[in-house]
């Protein structure tokens, strides 16, 4: 059960309105690393987690995550709010009401489509999407992808902060992206309280291939370092040893009934293409400069 407290958790003071600011600020109500992803993200995992420490502090977590959507809400609602009265009342005349509104970034979708409103859509007027919840159900998944998410909120507010000169939106946007880290730690701290978290599941890596390290990208600028050398790695420079490594002979094979390869190999005879063949073609007939080498036509009669 949730229960709305009229009071902001962090005190959102704007210096004065500015469309082209509240636009970029979209991107952390509505986007992919913003505070309702966010909610959403923690408040469906922990609906499902088995463990009683981890459902609270996923809980507590999304509860919190859904008053910062309301405090990024109030600052792009505060940015918009000179620029929303004069677009409803027609308060400017045409050009100068056009040129505020066309300041910076999506403003002008974002006060045409939603009248200066706190939209679902991210800084480009990307709608949200549940596609931005990436939850898989595993415990030592989830967190894993929680801290990384936490750790990107921080960098977009990092970016937002450094774009504005108001002070107060500078301060709010400072405690939003502290928050981030706060969680961070707590989700680190809940990842390696499960002991054994790696690798994640059930299932046990396969050994023979556990501590391989494949060299498959060789040249200039080739490496080393404790990600794939020393006495936790095996490298495999070796080309031929990088390939079928199984053993077998790197083909793909299924096993078909005589009643499956029928219509196999009939297909496979119907479309076979022939070596000998060097038809005219559409991109012959309408070459022109820089269209390369072509098939020569046929001189007529």
């Known amino acids: 059960m949730f229960m709305h407290n009229k009071k902001l958790m962090y005190t959102v003071r704007v210096a004065e309105p500015n469309p082209g600011l509240a636009t970029l600020m979209l991107e952390q109500f509505g986007g992919p690393q913003g505070e309702l992803a966010a909610a959403m993200r923690y408040f469906t995992q922990g609906l499902a987690d088995e463990d009683v420490g981890r459902r609270d502090l996923l809980m507590d977590i999304a509860t919190e995550e859904l008053s910062h959507l309301e405090i990024i809400g109030s600052i792009v609602a505060m940015l918009n709010r000179g620029a929303k009265g004069k677009l409803a009342e027609a308060a400017e005349e045409e050009a100068d ?32 999407t549940a596609a931005y ?3 898989i159900g595993d415990p030592a998944c ?34 939003l992206m502290t ?12 990842l390696y309280a499960i002991p054994a978290n790696f690798p994640p599941g059930k299932l046990p890596g396969h050994p023979e291939f556990a501590d391989k390290y494949y060299n ?25 040893a ?9 083909d793909a094979t299924v096993k078909l009934s005589a009643a499956e ?26 070459a022109g400069p820089g269209a390369g080498r072509t098939t020569p036509l046929e001189p007529e009669g």
């Not at 990088?242 to 790197?250: E, I, K, L, S, W």
């Not at 390869?261 to 309408?286: I, Q």
């Open 261 to 286: 390869r029928k219509p196999v190999e009939a297909f496979a005879a119907r479309t076979r293409s022939d070596p000998a063949a060097n038809p005219v073609t559409g991109a012959d007939l309408g």
């Open 133 to 135: 919840i990436d939850s």
């Open 216 to 240: 498959m990208s060789q040249g200039d600028g080739d490496a080393s370092g404790s990600w794939n050398a020393g006495e936790q790695w095996d490298s495999v420079d070796d080309r031929e």
């Open 97 to 128: 009401l056009y040129a505020s509104m066309t300041s910076g970034g999506e403003s002008h979708t974002t006060s045409i489509l939603y009248g200066g409103g706190t939209a679902l859509i991210n800084s480009a007027g990307v709608p949200w």
């Open 142 to 175: 989830d967190l894993r992808s929680n801290i990384a998410a936490e750790s990107r909120a921080k960098i977009v507010y990092e970016r937002l902060i450094n774009v504005t000169d108001d002070p107060g939106v500078k301060d709010a946007l400072t405690f």
């Open 242 to 250: 990088q390939a079928a490594v199984d053993g077998g002979d790197g």
């Open 179 to 190: 928050r981030e880290v706060a969680h961070q730690k707590s989700f680190e701290k809940a």
